[in-house]
């Protein structure tokens, strides 16, 4: 018994299309980089993206660029770097290891992409608080650093309902933003062109809400580690023709997963909802060892993120600022426990795996209550593990993985 | 050979001990070992299970079913299958007390809460965070600090006439807190009261302690005393299983008899 078994996580087909459209979004913002054509604007992931696609911005995700840095695992070069300039280790550990590579002048799309010898220059950089305030703080460093414009948009937090107020005050901030994107692009506004750009992300989160609810089958086609993985046009490439196309690829492929009853998980037993970033540096390690358990991990808020389901072209600022404004984070704790009792029901779900992120309070669940509340309303387990999105310092295996095998021996013992 | 001589095992290779025990069909324990799991997991584990064997007349190792649980429960190459320490635990607690009862074990590395309910089922456990605070390797530590044996924090603790705060739960923290304690003349007897106070208000913190109490472990087994200050705290009995170090391997040994079902063939 002292073997690991060896398990093999099931290809995606659609795997090789996604690599080809990401390197062409990587290439092109490089040589706008080189060329100093088009403009590039750096953009939050939930920021306002489609107002910068309008105005003929080249859009770059530093959040992306961190999931990169922690799943490739250089994070845990970097991260101390920015420790050591006074960005504390206790602070979003995708600042100090997008800072900290950016400080070394190193970066994991050298080693994807050959030729790119760094992140694009930013001509401004656009950040939405909606997630986090460590948003604005990392921009503001390489606004500092680069002598760029940091423009932002302060969004309420910890909200139950959202009001006309609150959406009038984005609304307003949004398109305060306008002349001096405007100054920066060299490009005039355009209403139509917003109105297209929405209307592409608009289709794109469709579609990928769509993926996402294939798996309500059983059993169900993708894991969620997978599906982190997929979500990337999502993230850096909605309001593009070819985000929605790509999606339309990636749906088809798992609807006929779905119809031909062939599951992420051979003889899935499990199924688990994810709540939590990601543990970036263990993807694999961990979809390997769920596998192992014969358990589906497949349902997730972190993927829900960006889904918007408010984008309407016909009332473009005021329905942008609603998408952005109603996602999850943003919510109080009753919002996001009646979501997640939704989600279990929705997927049919056996369990549910808090991921404490020892840098992302905002996306750590847990805290206050959450995993108890839910078992009484749900009569379903949780189970919170320690770890991080970036900073494996505060992630044990061994203790994660035996609190993991544990809770699915619970679980088999029902 | 027949079922009748079959022999049971469950081996618990914990981070600071390897546990070895050994029953009979119908449970009763015929020998068991303890010894330091030091750097070669796999070595503890053949050297407790050998040990267990020679305290029972004709036992080989082929007679055994063998189920390996805890941190190296991996290591051990002879081991007809794993469990996680935690459904070892609640099988070997409920075991001894069959009815709902929450189970504290203080191991080596880590502290345990695990709630059972009336039939014997798991309905959840909490494991210690990232620190140490809380665990056996926390006693180790500041018995360490403190220049002495860590057999003598249970005598030393109750010759105690005051307990002392040891506020933090970072282990390096506490061991600043015990060395201000030192500085101001305080009796050591004091400190390690304190210590132990220290241990139990982290396992207060990490679940509600209700129903029935049962407590298992090394610090516990080591430590009548400790037991004494958690009982007066908590204001209810807490119930200790026999050879209560032994709790996990024995829930292990347990497994090893559902594994092999009574009616099986012979080896």
Redesign the interface.
Same mark, same amino acid.
């Given at each position: 018994?002292?073997e *690991?078994k060896k398990v093999t996580i099931k290809k995606i087909q659609a795997t090789g299309h996604m690599r080809k459209i990401m390197a062409d979004y990587f290439y092109e913002m490089d040589r706008a980089s080189k060329e100093g054509s088009p403009k590039i604007a750096w953009c939050t992931s939930v920021g306002p993206a489609e107002l910068l696609l309008s105005l003929g911005f080249l859009v770059y995700y530093p959040e992306n660029h961190g999931a990169m840095l922690g799943s490739t695992r250089q994070a845990m070069d970097y991260i101390p770097v920015a420790n050591s300039v006074g960005y504390s280790p206790d602070i979003c550990s995708y600042l100090t290891s997008d800072i900290g590579a950016f400080i070394k002048k190193e970066t994991p799309l050298s080693r994807a992409y050959e030729g790119i010898e760094g992140v694009p220059k930013p001509d401004v950089l656009v950040y939405n608080t909606n997630q986090c305030r460590d948003v604005q703080d990392w921009f503001s460093w390489y606004a500092r650093e680069l002598d760029v414009p940091a423009l932002g948009i302060s969004t309420y937090r910890n909200i139950a309902r959202i009001t006309e107020d609150n959406l009038r005050s984005i609304e307003k901030q949004i398109k305060e933003l306008i002349p001096e994107l405007e100054k920066i692009s060299g490009n005039a506004f355009d209403i139509d062109k917003f109105r297209h750009v929405l209307g592409l992300s608009y289709d794109c989160t469709q579609l990928w809400k769509q993926v996402l609810e294939t798996n309500m089958a059983k059993p169900a086609p993708i894991s969620f580690f997978d599906e982190t993985i997929h979500m990337g046009p999502a993230v850096v490439l909605r309001g593009t023709e070819t985000a929605v196309e790509y999606y339309k690829v990636l749906l088809k492929e798992l609807e006929e997963r779905v119809a031909n009853k062939d599951g992420a998980i051979e003889d899935e037993k499990f199924r688990i909802y994810w709540e939590g970033m990601p543990i970036w540096g263990k993807l694999r390690s961990l979809a390997e060892f769920f596998i192992e358990l014969k358990t589906a991990v497949i349902a997730s808020t972190y993927c829900n993120s960006w889904i918007f389901d408010s984008f309407d072209p016909k009332n473009p600022f005021l329905s942008m600022a609603r998408a952005y404004t109603e996602i999850f984070i943003v919510r109080d704790e009753n919002f996001k426990q009646q979501y997640m009792e939704d989600m279990v029901r929705k997927y049919d779900i056996n369990g549910v795996l808090f991921h404490d992120a020892k840098t992302c309070p905002n996306n750590s669940n847990n805290r206050y209550g959450m995993p108890q509340r839910l #078992?009484e309303d749900l009569n379903i387990?949780t189970l919170t593990i &320690?770890g991080d999105l970036n900073d494996l310092r505060?992630y $044990?295996e #061994? @203790?994660a993985k035996? &609190?993991i *095998?544990?809770f699915i #021996? @619970?679980l088999e $013992?029902? | 050979m027949t079922n009748a001589n079959r022999l049971y095992a469950g081996i618990d290779v914990g981070a600071s001990t390897t546990k070895t025990i050994i029953l009979d069909l119908n449970a009763v324990v015929l020998g068991y070992s303890v010894t330091e799991s030091g750097a070669d997991f796999q070595g503890a584990a053949e050297k407790t299970f050998r040990r267990s064997l020679d305290k029972i007349k004709g036992a080989s190792p082929n007679t055994c079913v063998v189920v390996s649980t805890g941190y190296g429960r991996r290591n051990v190459p002879f081991a007809d299958t794993t469990k996680t320490e935690i459904s070892c635990h609640a099988k070997g607690s409920f075991f001894h007390f069959p009815y709902a009862h929450t189970l504290i074990d203080i191991g080596g590395q880590d502290s345990k809460i695990i709630k059972v309910n009336e039939s014997g089922k798991r309905t959840g456990f909490k494991m210690n965070r990232k620190c140490a605070a809380g665990t056996g390797a926390f006693l180790e530590e500041m018995a360490n600090r403190l220049r002495i044996k860590i057999g003598r924090l249970n005598g030393l603790a109750e010759a105690a006439k005051n307990d002392v705060e040891i506020g933090s739960y970072c282990t390096v923290f506490s061991a600043t807190e015990i060395l201000t304690k030192i500085r101001e003349n305080v009796p050591v007897e004091d400190i390690v009261k304190g210590i132990f106070t220290s241990v139990i208000k982290r396992a207060m913190e990490m679940d509600p302690l209700d129903g029935n109490i049962v407590m298992s472990g090394g610090v516990v087994a080591h430590n009548p005393y400790f037991v004494k200050m958690f009982t007066r705290r908590i204001g209810k009995d807490i119930f200790i299983p026999p050879l209560s170090q032994l709790t996990g391997a024995f829930g292990a040994a347990l497994f090893a008899l559902a594994f092999e079902p009574r009616g099986g063939q012979n080896a």
């Open positions: 018994m002292s *690991e #078992e387990p &320690n505060c $044990s #061994e @203790q035996t &609190n *095998e544990a #021996e @619970q $013992s029902k | -």
